[in-house]
């Protein structure tokens, strides 16, 4: 899949665990899903300010290990025009600019991918008890209408 293809999909994911989570009916549940959310988002605005205040540093140790690997000697022989040099900063400088947002990017979706994994399992936990629960709410009922048959004779016996 490619990148945009990737970051919608984790994108809906989490807005839809979002929705799902809203609709969670214990204290205890809600507390957990906020305190998630909380928790991913200030990790995110400090994931943010590291990014922009760091940039430049960032870029320069790019940048130096961009300029290591163009700098080792490769054992293949290359013809070459005479005087020319494949060496360009400018290049090196924008991939290196590339490298550091790529990382940032990436820092910020898996922070995204693990609070949906985080909220998958607290709302699918939740789903469950609320089932198993209301089964057990449902199940005297159904025991004594099943109990408490009140048609006629040849009709009971079907």
Sequence with gaps: MSSITEDLKRTFD???????????????????????????????????????????????????????????????????????????????TRQAHRDVQHDHSRRISQLASRETQELDTLVVTAEQRDALTKEQREKPRKDFQRAADRRAGPERRR
Aim: proline share 1%.
């Design 14 to 92: 989490l807005a839809s665990f979002r929705q799902r989570a809203k609709n969670l009916t214990r204290p205890a549940d809600l507390e957990k899903m906020s305190e998630i959310t909380k928790r991913y988002a200030r990790e995110g605005n400090k994931q943010e300010k590291l990014y922009k205040r760091d940039y430049k540093t960032r870029v320069e140790k790019a940048l130096q290990v961009r300029i290591d690997k163009a700098g080792v000697k490769d054992r293949t022989l290359k013809h070459r025009l005479f005087g020319s040099d494949n060496f360009d900063k400018s290049a090196l």
